[in-house]
């Protein structure tokens, strides 16, 4: 179970996209178009830095990672990018 909740999540977003909602996830990506997306870039941005102070100071890092990685994914569910695309290139990374 665990180990399917990255695609469960994914499908949940394309869903709060193509079905709004009064939701967190609804609101911010049916925001007019460039505001929307820069919203998302702005939290991107803020998660990434609140990782590199919770490795700094060994505080909330699995935390502070999955917010990171929530608006990666929120991210790339508005610019449309197919979940499938994202463990294709890992896999071709994979040695
Ligand atoms: N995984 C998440 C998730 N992680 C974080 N967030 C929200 O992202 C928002 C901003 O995160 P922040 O870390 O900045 O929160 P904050 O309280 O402002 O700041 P800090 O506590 O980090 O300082 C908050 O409202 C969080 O609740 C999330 N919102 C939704 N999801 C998933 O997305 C799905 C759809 O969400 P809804 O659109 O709310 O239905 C849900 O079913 C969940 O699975």
């Known amino acids: 179970m665990k180990d399917t909740i990255i695609r469960e999540v994914y499908r949940v977003l394309e869903d709060r ?3 709004p909602i009064d ?4 609101n911010i990506m049916k ?3 460039k505001r929307g997306e820069d919203k ?5 941005g803020e998660e990434a830095a ?6 700094k100071n060994d505080e909330n890092l699995v935390y502070e990672s999955v917010d990171l990685i929530f608006h990666t994914l929120l991210l790339l569910v508005y610019k449309g990018i197919d979940i499938d695309d994202i463990f294709d290139e890992f896999a071709r990374r994979q040695k």
């Open 31 to 33: 925001d007019d178009k």
């Open 40 to 44: 998302i870039l702005e939290k991107v």
């Open 17 to 19: 996209r193509d079905n």
């Open 50 to 55: 609140e990782v590199i102070i919770a490795s």
């Open 23 to 26: 939701s967190y996830t609804s």
